[in-house]
């Protein structure tokens, strides 16, 4: 089996900072791209950021030069700093994690339960 646990969000004024942590756990042969998606209310689900197993990363054009998604492959641990948070980044924060479970299948994706992040003054 595979765990995913990801830290708490909260409540953050805007200008302000948060760092998102997701750990994975179990059942792990090795780990592929890890990422962050997030859904605002009455929105669909979107790419927040990526990052390959050899540390390329992709970030959504609404948070570029404000979040940074970086990894700890010794931890199996995906992180997402998040800077100069504005209200419309609002959302629950779900990670997402590549997981190869064994040498012989192919990777599966595995979801976080979904941390939520409210900017609000």
């Known amino acids: 089996q595979v765990q995913l646990v990801e830290s708490e969000g909260g409540l953050v004024q805007p200008g302000g900072s948060l760092r998102l942590s997701c750990a994975a756990s179990g059942s792990i042969f090795s780990i592929n791209a890890m990422g962050w998606h997030r859904q605002a209310p009455g929105k669909e689900r979107e790419l927040v950021a990526i990052?390959?197993?050899?540390?390329?990363?992709n970030y959504a054009d609404s948070v570029k030069g404000r979040f940074t998604i970086s990894r700890d492959n010794a931890k199996n641990t995906v992180y997402l700093q998040m800077n100069s948070l504005k209200p419309e980044d609002t959302a629950v924060y779900y990670c997402?994690?590549?997981?190869?479970?064994?040498?012989?299948?192919?990777?599966?994706?595995?979801w976080g339960k979904g941390t939520l992040v409210t900017v609000s003054s």
């Open positions: 990052i390959t197993s050899g540390g390329s990363t």
């Open positions: 997402n994690v590549d997981i190869i479970r064994s040498s012989i299948v192919a990777s599966v994706r595995y």
